[in-house]
């Protein structure tokens, strides 16, 4: 499955931003899919998951609370809504994918990443 992100940018802190995943190549509703992040300086780390029915999902901490993913799987797309930004949040975003029920700690399949930058 190919995977691209989109709707990364510049924002302030308590500011909001939505990402989107499109998916190609496979059918999209047998994946799980998720969003990890890496930012400077710092090794990728979960942020969120989501079943293969959406019905399902999963936080890190960090991001509980303030972060929602939804996934349309009638236009193969995940969604990463954040909002409460904070300049810790700055990071390359990427969409991930699974194929099967849950997201696995090494997810095999992998987009380019967006970049969410979040200014104080």
């Known amino acids: 499955v190919q995977l691209q992100a989109s709707g990364g940018g510049l924002v302030q802190a308590g500011g909001s931003l939505r990402l989107s995943c499109e998916a190609s190549?496979?059918?999209?509703?047998?994946?799980?899919l998720g969003w990890f992040r890496q930012a400077p300086g710092k090794e990728r780390e979960f942020v969120a998951s989501i079943n293969w029915s959406g019905g399902v999902t999963t936080y890190s901490n960090s991001v509980k609370g303030r972060f929602t993913i939804s996934r349309d799987n009638a236009k193969n797309t995940v969604y990463l809504q954040m909002n409460s930004l904070k300049p810790e949040d700055t990071a390359v975003y990427y969409c991930?994918?699974?194929?099967?029920?849950?997201?696995?700690?090494?997810?095999?399949?992998w987009g380019q990443g967006t970049l969410v930058t979040v200014s104080s």
């Open positions: 991930v994918a699974d194929r099967g029920t849950w997201l696995t700690r090494a997810p095999a399949y």
């Open positions: 190549g496979r059918t999209f509703s047998n994946y799980a």
